[in-house]
């Protein structure tokens, strides 16, 4: 899916076939454990309070 473009189809499948997370749910878990400050996360992966592709 990634090879034909269909990144957001590849994103849905890693995570809701395969029970995959994305890097913002990863970076999210590990900001609230406080290894990471918001503006790290921002910086990656967009604000938070919209839908990323990562």
């Keep these: 899916m990634m090879v034909k473009g269909q990144t957001r189809k590849a994103i849905d499948y890693w995570t809701s076939d395969l029970n995959g997370r994305t890097l913002r749910d990863a ?3 590990r900001m609230l454990k406080g290894y990471l ?3 790290e996360i921002e910086r990656w ?3 938070l ?3 990323s592709d990562y």
């Design 27 to 29: 970076a999210i878990e």
């Design 37 to 39: 400050d918001l503006d």
């Design 45 to 47: 992966c967009g604000l």
């Design 49 to 51: 309070d919209q839908r």
